[in-house]
């Protein structure tokens, strides 16, 4: 296949289907203040030849580690295909009605935890302990009791990922000749480079 991002959208829909509990999901390494990397699960909301879209608080870490460092690398693995992908490329941060619509449909305890990171205390944030988080979180509910009383708050942003650079890696279990390529995307389009697994 010579488009990485059409065979990354199959593979993604071919996870799902497969029942892969990996299948909503990948890792995406950053860089804090100090350079160091920083690696965390993030859930994959869209994937289709735009980019691949994850849900996030803008006051998120994550989101200061791509604007003061733009490298990130998004890693992807489905057990039931063994089949892995590495990603980098470009991002782009904004507002979506699909967001929208998806936030109104979480759960009640997922859309406290959204408020909780807006009002509350920020992502990564320190806590003087468990005790006091838990205690912080049932006064939020007991604030906004009902469903219908959450709203989406303004921090909440699409994060869009467009690939520039893709290497896959897929499983050839019975001889160990995996399949490994990198591809990188040129002004001529995507250029293949096999690599030894």
């Not at 408020?115 to 944030?125: D, M, P």
């Not at 709203?151 to 279990?173: D, G, H, K, N």
């Not at 995996?178 to 002004?187: A, Q, V």
């Amino acid at each position: 296949m010579d488009d990485p991002l059409e065979l990354l959208i199959q593979s993604f829909h071919q996870a799902r289907i497969a029942g892969d509990a990996n299948a909503q999901y990948c890792a995406l390494t950053t860089l804090d203040e100090d350079g160091c990397p920083v690696s965390r699960m993030v859930t994959v909301r869209q994937m289709d030849p735009e980019g691949i879209v994850i849900y996030i608080n803008g006051q998120s870490p994550k989101v200061d580690h791509l604007k003061n460092r733009p490298n990130y690398e998004l890693l992807f693995f489905w057990p039931a295909l063994i089949r892995q992908f590495r990603v980098r490329g470009t991002y782009e941060i904004f507002h979506s009605e699909t967001q929208k619509q998806s936030w109104a449909g979480k759960p009640y305890a997922g859309k406290l935890y959204d408020l909780f990171q807006s009002f509350e205390h920020r992502q990564s944030a320190e806590l003087p302990s468990r005790e006091a988080y838990l205690l912080r979180a049932e006064q939020l509910k007991q604030k906004y009791p009902q469903n219908e009383d959450l709203q989406m708050p303004a921090e909440q942003v699409s994060l869009r990922f467009t690939p520039i650079y893709i290497e896959s890696w897929m499983a050839s279990m019975q001889d160990r000749l995996h399949d490994r390529r990198l591809y990188r995307l040129t002004d001529a389009g995507w250029q293949c480079q096999v690599l030894v697994p």
